[in-house]
């Protein structure tokens, strides 16, 4: 009892200090979007209005941004799963230690490489006259949705592939014995008993695949073209009309929010 008492004092300051800072800022920007901006002087005016939130819901523009960038945070959450799976699976389950360990640090080597080279990278990958348009024979990809996709899955993908890996770690060596003894063949196995049992895993990567694609807006801008997707969108507000921001980015809080609650009952949580 005294050991637990001591370890919630030692906790208290961090955590009391984590609740003012995080909740503390999530609060402050719900306020301030109940503001409004005075159109002669350009200076917030610290008055209760509903006006930002009636142009969300009037305005289509939001909605169709909103619609966007939920659509191409599911899609990069997609691929990454769907990579991820295959990856993670030899990396534990086939490839022996040595190689297990240098796949690991693989893995993680590209989180250490700078967001912006990273994205620069891919922009000359994707450029005209690039390596890209040599291997296709001249035909080269568009600035736009395809190739911010794509970055994007790649920039997000070892978030996925070591929440997976971690939960095939967990995975009970004898369970594939077991399903064969039964008389499962491969694809039976992965099907009926692996996927079931690792989508926790997968779950809980795709919380830091859909939150991070969904906050982006710099690799959007670099590789993005024309796109649109709501972090660029708050992101010219807050230089233009600050409250407006604030109460756009409510959207991708809300989504996270939702999103959160739907991969809480699979057990996603347990696994992050």
Do not use: C
């Not at 694609?213 to 708050?234: R, S």
């Amino acid at each position: 009892m005294r050991r637990r008492l001591r370890l919630l004092l030692l906790l208290a300051p961090p955590m009391l200090a984590f609740v003012v800072v995080y909740v503390g800022s999530i609060v402050a920007m719900l306020v301030s979007a109940f503001w409004t901006v005075d159109s002669f002087t350009e200076n917030v005016v610290h008055q209760f209005s509903t006006a930002n939130l009636h142009s969300l819901v009037s305005e289509s523009i939001y909605r169709t941004v909103a619609i966007r960038t939920i659509v191409i945070a599911l899609a990069v959450t997609v691929i990454d799963a769907v990579i991820a799976f295959p990856m993670a699976f030899y990396m534990s389950v086939v490839a022996r230690p040595g190689v297990r360990r240098f796949l690991v640090v693989a893995v993680l080597t590209p989180l250490w490489a700078s967001y912006l080279v990273k994205a620069y990278a891919w922009r000359t990958l994707f450029a005209p006259g690039g390596p890209l348009s040599w291997l296709s024979g001249g035909h080269t990809l568009e600035y736009g949705r395809t190739t911010l996709v794509v970055t994007l899955a790649y920039m997000w993908l070892p978030y996925m592939v070591l929440p997976v890996y971690a939960g095939f770690e967990r995975l009970p060596r004898s369970l594939f014995e077991a399903s064969a003894d039964l008389g499962a063949g491969t694809w039976r196995t992965v099907r009926a008993v692996i996927v079931p049992l690792v989508f926790p895993a997968i779950a809980a990567g795709s919380i830091f695949t859909f939150s991070l694609t969904l906050g982006d807006y710099i690799a959007v801008g670099i590789v993005g073209g024309k796109t649109q997707l709501i972090a660029n969108v708050i992101s010219d507000q807050v230089v233009l009309n600050q409250p407006l921001a604030a109460a756009i980015a409510i959207i991708p809080l809300l989504a996270i929010v939702l999103y959160l609650i739907a991969m809480r009952r699979t057990g996603a949580l347990e696994n992050v």
